[in-house]
């Protein structure tokens, strides 16, 4: 089987299945093509076969891709990655060696389970490795130990040489190494770019030695998670922009690289009105130093002026079964996963959002107009370790950011595709003057992978 190519066409019970597994149902490609690739001598004959047809290609890990990069009707050939999710320590490199289709549901526990050690990646625990490295990529672990990139050593990309043949090229971040560059480029220049990520190595840069259990971070020793919610009924404009004015101040204050509250992962999610509720939540790894502290007074800042909300707490958790077995979006608004519609954007804060940006926020959260329950906005934490690197270290260029926003709209009824979205109307508003507030996401940060725009 490894030695042929695997071709999924039309006609093939496997094709629909296939068709199916990108997240967002707006979009549904029909390629001629679905490549299901084990190994990278397969990758290597797909890519190929795509260029000697003259058919465009594109590449699919976790099928987390919230925009039609790769079911977009153009895309011909799809070079299908999910079988290639092997974790392994490869002494050769001093490096955790992850395949690209693995998700973060089968890196967490392979990591966990074999060396106590984890990475700074993504919570959604369906979510492919391949683009959301290739992206940057940042979880709740990331304030303290940076974006998951920051840890990546070495990757294999199938890249096209001048003869227009497709090779497998392993590319490092040491200085000396000729394809330095295209290691670079695989730490947030996002996917489509570059070639088809198809292994990382992963060890942290301060790591020495060859013990595999001192290479990358250790696991969190617990989980803890308190949340303040809020019924809509019980904000009025004052108050609301009272709590984004609150947490992103919060954020720029903790923004710094040592500072001692990175221990603290923390989001702020306002719902539409028809939902009921906004949130606020907050983690810590209960065993570091004062992370009980800077906890307790994340929330005291936070919540500072504000009536009081319904708080809910859950202390010294199993880390692992948590992570792994988050509630996933479909089901926090109880929307059918396989119908599950979206758009979204994003934007990284510098700086506190101005007076109209958060009344455009509030306007577009509780108006009239827009009366789907999908409607959501978030700011989630950012710096901290985050912003211990240069930008020009790595391709993530954000490295200043303080917060990160975003806007999206989730439905289910296909009839609703060309009116639901209208409702992030705020998003192009709210971001109409990057250099003062925000910087748009130069990616897609949690996507497929290379060769289709993530």
Same mark, same amino acid.
């Given at each position: 089987m490894r030695d042929q190519l695997p071709e999924v066409n039309h006609g093939d019970p496997l094709y629909r299945d296939l068709q199916?597994?990108?997240?967002?149902?707006?979009?549904?490609?029909?390629?001629?093509?679905v490549y299901v690739v084990a190994d990278t001598r397969q990758v290597v004959a797909a890519v190929d076969a795509a260029i000697s047809s003259g058919k465009q290609l594109a590449v699919r890990s976790g099928g987390h891709c919230l925009e039609g990069f790769v079911d977009d009707p153009a895309v011909e050939c799809v070079i299908d990655l999910s079988r290639m999710d092997s974790v392994y320590y490869d002494p050769g490199q001093r490096a955790f060696a992850v395949e690209a289709g693995a998700t973060f549901g089968r890196l967490y526990p392979a990591l966990d389970m074999g060396w106590g050690v984890t990475l700074p990646g993504s919570t959604c625990p369906s979510v492919g490795v391949g683009g959301h490295v290739i992206g940057g990529g940042f979880?709740?672990?990331?304030?303290?130990?940076?974006?998951?990139s920051d840890h990546l050593y070495a990757v294999e990309s199938v890249v096209v040489d001048a003869n227009g043949k497709a090779k497998p090229v392993i590319a490092t971040r040491d200085e000396g190494d000729s394809n330095r560059d295209l290691w670079w480029a695989h730490t947030g220049?996002?996917?489509?770019n570059f070639g088809v990520a198809t292994k990382f190595w992963f060890r942290s840069r301060d790591a020495h030695g060859d013990d595999p259990a001192l290479l990358l971070p *250790?696991?969190? !020793? $617990?989980?803890?998670? %308190?949340?303040?919610?809020?019924?809509?009924?019980?904000?009025?404009?004052?108050?609301?922009?009272?709590?984004?004015?609150?947490?992103?101040?919060?954020c720029e204050r903790n923004s710094s690289p040592n500072t001692p509250a990175a221990a603290v992962w923390g989001q702020l999610v306002a719902f539409r009105k028809e939902f009921g509720v906004v949130m606020l939540v907050g983690q810590i790894?209960?065993? *570091?130093?004062? !992370? $009980?502290?800077?906890? %307790?007074a994340y929330f005291a800042e936070v919540t500072a002026n504000l009536p009081n909300g319904t708080k809910t707490t859950r202390d010294g958790e199993p880390w692992l079964y948590n992570t792994i077995n988050l509630p996933d979006t479909s089901d926090a608004l109880g929307l059918p996963a396989t119908q599950l519609r979206s758009k979204t954007k994003g934007a990284y804060l510098r700086s506190s959002l101005d007076a109209a940006q958060t009344a455009t926020i509030y306007e577009h959260l509780t108006n009239e107009v827009y009366d789907r329950r999908g409607g959501v906005m978030s700011l989630v934490t950012w710096g901290g370790r985050i912003n211990a690197l240069n930008p020009r270290d790595t391709a993530i260029a954000e490295r200043q950011s303080t917060a990160l926003l975003g806007l999206g709209s989730f439905w289910s009824?296909?009839?609703?595709?060309?009116?639901?979205?209208?409702?992030?109307?705020?998003?192009?508003?709210?971001?109409?003057?990057?250099?003062v507030a925000c910087r748009y996401p130069t990616t897609g940060r949690a996507d497929a992978i290379s060769t289709g725009r993530t």
């Open positions: 199916l597994r990108g997240k967002n149902r707006r979009f549904v490609g029909t390629p001629d093509s979880g709740a672990l990331s304030r303290l130990h940076g974006c998951i220049g996002g996917g489509g *250790r696991r969190p !020793s $617990g989980y803890t998670v %308190d949340s303040v919610a809020w019924k809509w009924a019980d904000l009025d404009e004052a108050m609301f922009t009272t709590l984004l004015d609150n947490f992103t101040g919060w790894d209960p065993g *570091r130093p004062l !992370s $009980g502290e800077s906890l %307790d009824e296909p009839e609703e595709d060309e009116n639901t979205w209208v409702g992030l109307g705020p998003s192009t508003e709210i971001c109409s003057q990057p250099p």
